[in-house]
C-alpha cells in the first residue's frame, strides 16, 4: 500500500483481468491511477503512478461540504469507469485508495479490486462513509448519515445518490450562510 511516498500492491493471480490490466497500464481511464505491472519473486506487483497525488488519509478532512465534496466526485467517477469496462462494485473505497491533488484538487482512485464473488458496491460506499463521517468537527455528520440510510435501504443508482448529496451540499451551504459559518 502507501509507503514512502508510493503506492504498491501485491497482486493475487487473476485477481485483475486482462482487459483491466491493458486499460490500467495506459492510463487512459483518468479516474484512476495508471499501474504498471511487475513481476517480483515469482509474485505480480502493481505500481501506481501516483506523482503529485497522495492518499485522503494523509489530509484531514474536518468539514462535512469537504467530505460530500469528495464522495460526489467518487461516485461520478465510478459513474464513468464502466466505459473503461471497470466494474464500480470491485473497486475498493477507503481514505487509502482515494487520492487528492492539493495542488490542483484534483481525485482519482488507486484501483485495489475486490473479489468477484465479495464485490458489493452498496457496502463500499457505506465503509467510505463511516472513515468520512469518522474525520469531521463540525457537527453536521448528520448529511451522511441521512446518505448512509439511502444507500442501504433503498435502490439508488450512482446518479441519484450524486444528486441526493448535491441536494444535502446546498441545504449545508445555506444553513452555513444564514449562521456565518465559513
Not at 493471480?13 to 497500464?25: A, F
Not at 505480480?44 to 469537504?66: H, K, M, W
Not at 473505497?93 to 487528492?100: E, G, R
Request: proline share 2%; with cysteine; aromatic share 12%.
Amino acid at each position: 500500500m502507501w509507503e514512502n511516498n508510493e503506492f504498491k500492491l501485491a497482486i493475487a493471480e487473476n485477481s485483475i483481468y486482462e482487459h483491466e490490466r491493458i486499460m490500467l497500464s495506459s492510463g487512459s481511464c483518468s479516474y484512476l491511477l495508471p499501474m504498471d505491472f511487475v513481476g517480483e519473486n515469482g509474485k505480480s506487483v502493481a505500481y501506481y503512478s501516483c506523482s503529485g497525488f497522495a492518499p485522503l488519509s494523509s489530509y484531514r478532512i474536518e468539514r462535512t461540504d469537504d467530505a460530500l465534496f469528495i464522495l460526489e466526485k467518487v461516485l461520478l467517477m465510478l459513474n464513468q469507469v464502466v466505459e473503461y469496462l471497470i466494474s464500480p462494485a470491485r473497486v475498493t473505497l477507503t481514505l487509502d485508495t482515494i487520492f487528492y491533488n492539493i495542488e490542483t484538487g484534483e481525485i482519482k482512485i488507486a484501483y485495489v479490486p475486490i473479489a468477484e464473488k465479495k464485490a458489493n458496491l452498496k457496502f463500499n460506499m457505506l465503509v467510505l462513509i463511516s472513515q468520512l463521517k469518522k474525520e469531521l468537527y463540525d457537527g453536521d455528520a448528520a448529511y451522511l448519515d441521512k446518505i448512509a440510510q439511502l444507500i442501504h435501504y433503498n435502490n439508488y443508482e450512482i446518479r441519484d445518490i450524486v444528486n441526493c448529496i448535491g441536494r444535502f451540499r446546498r441545504e449545508l451551504y445555506n444553513k452555513n450562510k444564514r449562521t456565518g459559518v465559513n
